[in-house]
């Protein structure tokens, strides 16, 4: 029996009790660690008898990864930069070439960095404009606070400055001599920007930019042209850009445009302009330019307006063209704009549901344009547009074996929800499936800060689908599908929007015949492991099981919590609960202050130990707490990665043991093992 310690939380004159509030206190409680491995241990023996179907799902998986594989090299001045896996590597080595043909060079090799660790992630490297020496980020906890080493390429080692507490973005002057980065604060949130110079000392470093809100995240960028670096400060809903000259790393640092409330804006540079991608009259974005030494917005020309049915996502110029990003009917599409003529060139995809974003594009003086290109049928491709012949040629083709595209159907719906929305969804099932609701479902969904789950190629998930599973992706209000008034419409006060959207198609998919109520499995993470606590609640009887990965569960404690990583910069999310509207809010939906005594489906939370962004005790809590209330029979249960953060296990095979291990869980659920 789970001990309770009833803690008492009082705002607004109004008292919850929290009986699991003890599950914070790792360091000074023996009984959070202990309930941690118990858990692990309940879950391996519930899955005990599927040990074979693990290996089995394992083997399944890990046969669709090239065991020896490399990255198309992208080129850069003078070399060619790729990455490349050795058979039974977790890791990549970083790799480059003096030309195509030139012999290679590793510039680090993953494997050998994670000897004797349980965990790596490298967050971001850079090359020093002379090609000598490279800066890198490594973070071994999984907690996301990382090391700055510097590597002298040239003589294969390691400066002897290393840089504590930094997070994953680095920028390298022109000089090759100064470089900058960003840095946390106690509350683990990118603060800062510093100037470091070689051979100095950490100590020494110069502040180049800080933000004292909580409510924005700092990072550095360099323009494609490597004229600028851009101090970027972003929150939820406003942005704010600062600049220096990349050649002076002691010159002054100048502002763009100061911040306002709900007011975003990006910044790229071209030919002596900055060109601004910003919603300050439309709130799916114009493109406007303005001379570098006249930032005001009086000077602000504008380029591209506001459109209804485009939302404009990114615009990078290079020397001759520039490419704009942006999403149409609910899809990515990329236009290359002609600098010498301004002519617009599109570039098509044929499939229905596709997914494709940016490439490595590392060269200015370029004519092609590198993306990445799948379909839910279609294995992920690298592709080149040639600017001149709008020819596109395809450089590599993620190999699957025995999978055919033929045997699959593809089809974007548009299904009409409780308010007479129309919510996209992606769908996709094997050739021959009657849709008769006899057929397992499952369902994916995240609607939370604009960000959109692209119906890409998804190899691992065809482990369900060939086991007899339909596959659906709900495109929800707070993801920003289709567009930026489709995300506005399920945050703050709208947040339920998203839970709405996401049970009523899977209401109309069980209508359609892609399955039947009760027959449904649901699966999302971090944010979208909201998602799967509200439709616990909202309707526990329509899916047979739920996989909550690292999912953000007790909302209101959480944002009642100052002292959490995240917490002031989520007010722009969720509500700020100090204010007693928002409070009332999100109290009625936050999963884990809303749970009752009813049928739960089976359930399976995740948990990394170290993840800074949902901290392990909110699965934890939520799940105790199901099985407190559970009036049926159903598998609820908690698994905790010791090891890892938010993503969890790191290695590209690694991982894999966990997936199969979910799976495992929803095939015994549905007796399907």
Known sequence: ???????????????????????????????????????????STFLSDTSTLQEELYKEMRGRKKEVDETVPAKDGEYFYYNRYIAGGEYPIYCRKLGINGKEEILLDGNKLAEGKEYLDIGAYSISPNNKLMAYTIDEEGDEVYKLYIKDLEKDSLYDEVIDNVYSSICWFNDSEHLCYNVLNDK???????????????????????????????????????????????????????????????????????????????????????????????????????????????????????SDEQYLLNYESFKDFAVLTLRENGLKKFQVIHHDSGKVDSIDFPQKAYSVSEDDNFEYDTSKFRMSYSALNTPWSVI?????????????????????SEDYIVERLSISVRDKSEVPVSVIRRKGVELDGKSPLFVYGYGSYGYSIEPGFRDDYLSLIERGFNFAIIHPRGSSTLGRPWYEDGKFLKKKNTFFDFVDCTESLCQLGYSSRGNVFAMGGSAGGLLMGAITNLAPDLYKT???????????????????????????????????????????????????????????????????????????????????RNIGNSEVHFYTNMDAGHGGASGRFEYLKEEAMVFAFVLKTFNLV
């Open 546 to 628: 739920i996989v909550a990965q690292v999912p953000f569960v007790d909302v209101l404690t959480t944002m009642l919590d100052k002292d959490l990583p995240l917490t002031e910069l989520e007010y722009k999310e969720w509500g700020n609960p100090e204010d007693r509207e928002y409070y009332d809010y999100i109290k009625s939906y936050s999963p884990y202050d809303n749970l009752a005594e009813v049928h739960y489906p089976n359930i399976l939370a995740t948990a990394g130990l170290n993840d800074p962004r949902v901290t392990y005790w909110e699965p934890a809590k939520w799940v105790e707490r199901i099985r407190d």
């Open 188 to 306: 683990l949130r990118p603060y800062e920007v510093r100037l470091h110079k070689l051979t100095t000392t950490p100590s020494e470093d110069t502040i180049l930019y800080t933000e004292e809100s909580g409510e924005y995240f700092v990072h550095c960028s360099k323009s494609n042209d490597k004229e600028f670096i851009f101090f970027i400060s972003a929150g939820s809903i406003s942005s704010e850009y600062s600049y220096i000259s990349a050649n002076a790393p002691k010159a002054a640092v100048s502002l763009v445009s100061k911040r306002a409330e709900n007011y975003e804006y990006d910044v790229d540079h071209y030919n002596g302009e900055f060109f601004i991608l910003t919603n300050d009259e439309h709130q799916n974005f114009r493109l406007v330019k303005c001379p570098v030494d006249k930032c005001s917005k009086d000077n602000w020309e504008e380029v591209i307006a506001g």
């Open 1 to 43: 029996m789970t001990k309770k310690i009833n803690h008492e939380l009082t705002s607004h004159g109004e008292t919850r009790v929290d009986e699991y509030y003890w599950m914070r206190n790792l360091e000074s409680d023996g009984d959070v660690r202990q309930f941690l491995n118990s858990n692990n241990d309940q879950l």
């Open 384 to 404: 080149e547009y040639d600017i001149h012949t709008k020819n596109i040629e395809t450089l590599k083709v993620q190999e699957i074996p025995n999978f055919k």
